[in-house]
């Protein structure tokens, strides 16, 4: 696991073992750190964009429902008109 980390210059390393072991887990914690912000941030952008497809397409519903709705309303009259 040190390998992907060092710096080649290999000059100064842990040689206890909580020296190992906090090295280690400073190494994890500078890839999860920055992997959990850009996780948080991408998820927050798709949940916006979500709410705001969702909504696009309940306002596209209700006028397509309120043109049929008005179509309904014309071919009844046209309807009442025919029979007198």
Known sequence: MVFYFINSYGDVNPLTDIGKFLGS?????????????????????????????????????????????NEIKQLKDSIDNFKK
């Open 25 to 69: 887990l400073l190494m994890i914690s500078g890839i999860d750190f920055p992997s959990l912000i850009t996780a948080l941030s991408s998820s927050s952008f798709i949940d916006n964009y979500n709410k705001e497809r969702k909504q696009q397409l309940h306002e596209k519903i209700f006028k397509h429902k309120a043109n049929i709705e």
